[in-house]
C-alpha cells in the first residue's frame, strides 16, 4: 500500500485543517488506517484510528472531541478534521495503513501499522 498525505498546513489556534491521505495499490477497504504525529524531540504518537469497514473509531485523549477521523473507501482515502486546534498540536502528521482480519480492529500503537505515508506538517501558531 502506498499512502500520501495531504493538507498541512499553518494555522492559528483556534482554526481547523482537514487532512488527507490517499491509498493505492491494495485493496482499500481490507486496512485499517490511523493517523499518527511527531514534535521536534518527541516519539511518535497515535491520534486516531478507524476500522476497516464498518467505520469504528478511537482517539487519543489529547484529541477526543477536537479531532474527526473518516474514511471513503470509494474514493480510498482517510482523512482526518481538526477543530480547535492548539499550539501543542504542531507536530509531523503520519498516516498509516495496516490489513485488518476483523471489521472492527483499531488499531494503536506504531508497531501495529505496516505501511506509512510521507507525513505532513501542521503548525499551529498562538
Known amino acids: 500500500v502506498q499512502l500520501q498525505a495531504s493538507g498541512g498546513g499553518l494555522v492559528q489556534a483556534g482554526g481547523s485543517l482537514r487532512l488527507s491521505c490517499a491509498a493505492s495499490g491494495r485493496t482499500f477497504s481490507n486496512y485499517a488506517m490511523g493517523w499518527f504525529r511527531q514534535a521536534p524531540g518527541k516519539e511518535r504518537e497515535f491520534v486516531a484510528t478507524?476500522?476497516?469497514?464498518?467505520?469504528?473509531?478511537y482517539y487519543a485523549d489529547s484529541v477526543k472531541g477536537r479531532f474527526t477521523i473518516s474514511r471513503d473507501n470509494a474514493k480510498n482515502t482517510v482523512y482526518l478534521q481538526m477543530n480547535s486546534l492548539k499550539p501543542e498540536d504542531t507536530a509531523v502528521y503520519y498516516c498509516?495503513?495496516?490489513?485488518?482480519?476483523?471489521?472492527?480492529?483499531?488499531?494503536?500503537?506504531?508497531?501495529?501499522?505496516?505501511?506509512w505515508g510521507q507525513g505532513t506538517q501542521v503548525t499551529v501558531s498562538s
Open positions: 498509516a495503513a495496516t490489513y485488518s482480519r476483523t471489521y472492527y480492529y483499531t488499531p494503536r500503537s506504531v508497531q501495529e501499522y505496516d505501511y
Open positions: 478507524i476500522s476497516r469497514s464498518v467505520g469504528s473509531t
